[in-house]
């Protein structure tokens, strides 16, 4: 069975940084692709990161610059590093197996605020 568990979320200052971590297992997570998504009060939930498993990365326009997505194979784990971060960053994050986030964790609340 597959499972994915985040954390590193926290109520941070505008301008502030966070690092998210999420730790897979149930699957060959060397060869998978990793997303982060996101679900804002009210919204649907937003691709924001990609990470392919030759380190093939992408992000959406809304965080590049400023979000930096990795991964550590030997730990079957993918970080996001949220940097310079701005209210509307507030947020559940998520990380999946697919850019639609139907495969996630149960999330880590980011909250951004001062």
């Known amino acids: 069975e597959e499972h994915l568990v985040e954390s590193g979320g926290g109520l941070v200052q505008p301008g502030g940084s966070l690092r998210l971590t999420c730790v897979a297992s149930?699957?060959?997570?060397?060869?998978?692709?990793m997303y982060w998504v996101r679900q804002a009060p009210g919204e649907g939930l937003e691709w924001i990161a990609r990470?392919?498993?030759?380190?093939?990365?992408t992000y959406a326009e809304s965080v590049k610059g400023r979000f930096t997505i990795s991964r550590d194979n030997a730990k079957n784990t993918v970080y996001l590093q949220l940097s310079n971060l701005k209210t509307e960053d507030t947020a559940m994050y998520y990380c999946?197996?697919?850019?639609?986030?139907?495969?996630r964790g149960q999330g880590t609340q980011v909250t951004v605020s001062s």
């Open positions: 999946a197996r697919d850019r639609e986030g139907r495969v």
């Open positions: 149930g699957f060959d997570f060397s060869r998978a692709p």
């Open positions: 990470i392919g498993n030759i380190i093939k990365i």
